[in-house]
């Protein structure tokens, strides 16, 4: 592959480097939908969701990265995603997962009870990130 048909994708976040890699596709999903990069796609600067990074590795193989929310850069064919937490899926501790799971369930039921909406707010996001965790891990 010459440097036109390649992406560089860093994925970084406040604990260091994460992951790095070349690609000819990634896709992640941004606060307002999915997005495909190819090479040469235009620049672009986007929220992410707490959801998944998907980077092709050839045929239908495809690395995948969990990240918690944060923000994707494009340009020059070169993506950066800084995230507030990120693991590939082979890293991903999915007991871990599934505790943290049943800790923000309680916190929502208690939350929900108390009337306490910004409690309830954050429980939710520990739910969500938690749930991303086990579904990616259950993919590998
Ligand atoms: P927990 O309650 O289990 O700590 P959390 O959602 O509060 O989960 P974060 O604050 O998002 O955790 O992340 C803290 C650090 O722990 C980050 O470096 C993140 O990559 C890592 N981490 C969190 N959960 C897992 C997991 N299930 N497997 C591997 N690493 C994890």
Not at 2 to 28: E, F, H, M, R
Not at 48 to 77: C, P, Q, T, W, Y
Not at 89 to 106: C, L
């Amino acid at each position: 592959m010459d440097a036109k048909s390649v992406i560089t994708v860093n994925i970084v976040t406040p604990d260091g480097s994460v992951y790095d890699a070349t690609t000819d596709l990634v896709v992640c999903k941004t606060t307002v939908g999915e997005i495909g990069i190819m090479p040469n796609h235009i620049p672009t600067l986007a929220a992410l969701a707490i959801d998944r990074v998907r980077v092709h590795k050839g045929e239908e193989k495809f690395d995948e990265i969990a990240v918690s929310g944060g923000f994707m850069e494009f340009s020059d064919n070169t993506l950066s995603i800084v995230a507030s937490a990120a693991e590939k899926s082979e890293d991903i501790d999915t007991n871990r997962a599934q505790r943290a799971k049943e800790r923000a369930e309680k916190r929502i039921a208690q939350a929900k009870e108390s009337h306490n909406v910004d409690e309830l707010k954050r429980a939710e996001v520990s739910l969500r990130r938690a749930v991303n965790r086990i579904s990616i891990s259950s993919h590998r």
